[in-house]
């Protein structure tokens, strides 16, 4: 087995509640040749160190001790070019929505062509609210029962890991059809997430956006550059002007 494209995946949980949780994500992930588990924020400090994760994580001690705990999901998803913020429910904004099934074709492509992907779990009562979202590609939703979609942290963990596992042995040797040098030029959501701030500052600064009155206007610039896949030169541009704005305060 190429376990290159499985390197490539970063399993992402943003505050969890639960150690159980967290152990069962170490268990499922090496059960199907995932490794890389990041802990945002978890309720509990050091929570892959907690009786229950330990119980719970069987024989997958390595993935659980190997974790990294961190405060902040910007930088976790950093150098990721795909980033998929799994999530149930509908939103008015944020990044455009995918269903799995075309989001494992993406994950495929984006592998393929030795791009990293990060795939992000929310929080287990709330999930993902539109801060995280704003930091992702993608927003997915797996295809369940519409009266009763709600799957258990770990169980939706399992249900991606398994299925992009079949995705990958039936890919095989195909080669993608993708573009590796415009792939390998777009810019990562903490990039796009520092332009739209640099943005709202510099239309604060010409009077174009009220900080006192915003409305909508900084989450519809979120969503159209999200539906846009800017590349890192696009990026680039954009602050530019951002910085010419400010330059008229």
Partial sequence: MNTEKY???????????????????ARALKTMGFSDLRLINPKTKD?????????????????????QESE????????CSLVLGLTSRDREFGPPA??????????????????????VFGPERTGLDNE????????VWLDANPDYPSLNLAQALMVCAYTLRESFAEAGDLEMMVNREELAELADP???AA???????????IGYLDPSN????????????????LHKEEIDLLRGIAKQMLLRK
């Fill in 7 to 25: 390197q490539l995946l970063r399993w992402v949980l943003v505050e969890t509640s639960h150690p159980g949780n967290v152990g069962s994500a």
């Fill in 47 to 67: 929570i892959a160190k907690e009786s229950e994760a330990i119980a719970l994580a069987s024989g997958a001690l390595n993935v659980l001790e190997s974790s």
């Fill in 72 to 79: 902040s999901l910007a930088s976790t998803v950093q150098g």
């Fill in 98 to 119: 995918l269903d799995w099934v075309a989001a494992r074709a993406l994950i495929r492509n984006t592998t393929a062509q030795h791009g990293r992907v990060a795939m």
């Fill in 132 to 139: 995280h979202l704003a930091l992702c590609t993608h927003r």
């Fill in 190 to 192: 903490a990039a796009i």
């Fill in 195 to 205: 332009m739209l701030d640099h943005w709202r500052k510099g239309l604060e600064a």
């Fill in 214 to 229: 915003p409305k909508k206007l900084m989450p519809r610039l979120q969503a159209l550059f999200a539906r846009s896949s």
